[in-house]
């Protein structure tokens, strides 16, 4: 079945540098992939996403990159701060039909001050 | 405005009881979600409501999950009777539309304890 592997399941790192986490997925008729954050005791919240027709998006110190040869799409967050230490979902998914976003296993961020 | 909410927050049973748990999505949204969330992973799908009708609920197990969403506003999942293995954080969300780059917005989850 469909599956989205993550890396790594835990980061530090030191608060201004940056971090960077990967995802790849096995569904080559994905098309859609949004990012999540998930801070304790809270439902994931979407912090960016891309389309399949766009290499790369960005959004202030968040960016995020596509390959769909390789099936593999990354996370970039630079100049982190405290406040960006949560855990951090990738996902994958059709844009039709039944569609269903197929989540990572999740990263766990810590930004050490 | 306010976001999804969900209740209780924490339940605790015992195996074989049920349990019942409530959502409340964000206002005006038509697209509802319930998903489950084991320790240490990402959401599952359960189930997928475009309003008032189960779009997609081939991920519930229905031998002992039901959902319903009566109006198509609220909804309620409901697990009869409980395993041990059913211990999760139960999450839903919500969406404008059942488009799929519709931004989903999660409540805070239900976390469920079976002992």
């Known amino acids: 079945g469909e599956n989205v592997e993550q890396h790594p399941s835990t980061l530090s790192v030191q608060e201004g540098d940056s971090a960077v986490i990967k995802c790849t997925y096995s569904?080559?008729?994905?098309?859609?992939f949004p990012w999540y954050k998930q801070e304790l005791g809270k439902g994931p919240q979407l912090i960016i996403d891309?389309?399949?027709?766009?290499g790369e998006k960005k959004d202030q110190r968040i960016a995020v990159t596509l390959n769909k040869t390789a099936k593999h799409f990354s996370l970039h967050i630079t100049e982190t701060q405290p406040e960006d230490s949560a855990v951090y979902f990738c996902?994958?998914?059709?844009?039709?039909?039944?569609?269903?976003?197929?989540f990572g296993t999740g990263t766990r961020l810590k930004v050490l001050a | 405005e306010a976001g999804v909410v969900q209740s209780p927050r924490y339940k605790i049973i015992e195996k074989k009881q049920p349990v019942a748990f409530w959502c409340n999505p964000i206002?005006?949204?038509?697209?509802l979600y319930w998903y489950l969330q084991n320790l240490g992973q990402g959401p599952e799908l359960l189930i997928r409501?475009?309003?008032?009708?189960?779009?997609?609920d081939s991920q519930l197990p229905k031998d002992r999950f039901s959902a319903e969403r009566l109006k198509g506003v609220d909804s309620t999942l409901k697990i009869q009777p409980a395993e041990l293995g059913d211990s999760a954080v139960y999450l839903c969300?919500?969406?404008?539309?059942?488009?799929?780059?519709?931004?989903?917005?999660f409540g805070p989850g239900t976390r469920l304890t079976v002992l």
């Open positions: 969300a919500s969406s404008l539309t059942g488009s799929v780059t519709d931004t989903q917005y």
């Open positions: 569904d080559s008729a994905s098309n859609y």
């Open positions: 891309i389309r399949s027709n766009v």
């Open positions: 996902a994958a998914s059709r844009d039709s039909g039944t569609y269903k976003y197929i």
């Open positions: 206002s005006g949204h038509n697209t």
């Open positions: 409501y475009e309003n008032e009708e189960a779009v997609d």
